[in-house]
């Protein structure tokens, strides 16, 4: 439990306006161990006032962890969508959402938040590259079965601009949970998906040496010789020429 007295001051603090000075108290009982949902929530809020999204939509996940812990989803899922007012492009947002709706038995809305999750990923900058890599295992660890190819294929098509290699390894993945439920269509389209993103890779992927590319990419390339004509044959014909103009010179000076 969070220290009472910190809390009491702390929030007294906030209704006075005094934010900073409140969130350097919140982040104390954080630092001690002693922040509960409620501590965690409000830690988010004065985060993001004060101009730090990042660390607000850390606070809001926090609070869902004990928020989850004590079975209160609903609550957990309000707490999400604050997060994701600060950042709707938050992959952590979406998956801790998928896997509460699931929870739930929202067995489409959990879907739907992976499909946001996947989307946002695709479009992640450097910085966010540690949070896409969690969208894979989010979706193989899903209890429930994807319902349909739209649903697969959206996902799959949102990743695929950032991790091409994740999106197939997730496309083959669900395309074998709709086999397995004898969807036999929507699993063929899946499937296709999953062998065109293999393919564009190994054509990506060239494996020749340096120097054949090198060569290949020049704009005037090396011409090529007859393979039976010795390599000093052009030497030999310019120094008989040499030689010709030598005697002709000589021929010049002699007297008759």
């Keep these: ?8 001051e702390a929030f007294e603090l906030l209704r006075q306006g005094r934010d900073a000075e409140a969130r350097a108290l919140l982040e104390r009982v954080v630092q001690d161990d002693n922040a509960d949902a409620a501590v965690l ?18 606070a809001y996940l926090g609070a869902v962890t004990h928020l989850r812990v004590r079975g209160e989803l609903q609550r957990a899922l309000g707490v999400l969508e604050l997060a994701l007012i600060v950042d709707e492009n938050s992959i952590d947002a979406r998956c801790e959402a998928a896997a509460v709706r699931e929870e739930k038995g929202d067995v489409a809305g959990a879907w739907r938040e992976l499909v946001a999750a996947a989307v946002a990923a695709g479009h992640a900058t450097r910085t ?3 949070a896409a890599r969690k969208v894979e295992p989010a979706v193989l660890g899903m209890s429930t079965a994807v319902p349909n190819a739209a649903i697969a294929l959206a996902l799959i098509d949102g990743l695929a601009p950032r991790d ?14 709709l086999w397995s439920r004898r969807l036999a269509d929507d699993a063929r ?12 890779r190994a054509a990506d ?3 020749r040496s340096p120097l054949a ?13 007859d393979p039976g004509a010795p390599a000093f044959a052009d030497d030999t014909a310019e120094h008989a020429r040499d030689d ?13």
Excluded: F, H, N
Excluded at 1 to 8: N, R
Excluded at 165 to 174: E, M
Excluded at 213 to 225: A, G, H, I, N, S
Excluded at 250 to 255: L, M, Q, R, Y
């Design 41 to 58: 929530e409000t830690l988010g809020d004065v985060r993001e006032k004060l101009g730090d999204p990042t660390g607000a939509i850390d």
């Design 244 to 256: 010709d103009e030598d005697v002709d010179d000589d021929t010049t000076d002699v007297e008759p």
């Design 1 to 8: 439990m969070p220290g009472p007295v910190q809390v009491t």
């Design 164 to 177: 091409a290699a994740a999106a197939a390894r997730i496309a083959r993945a669900l395309a074998g949970s």
């Design 213 to 225: 590319r090198l060569l290949e990419e020049r704009e005037d390339p090396v011409p090529k010789t």
């Design 128 to 130: 966010t590259d540690e």
């Design 205 to 207: 992927s060239d494996e």
């Design 189 to 200: 389209a899946v499937e296709a998906r999953a062998t065109a993103l293999e393919s564009a």
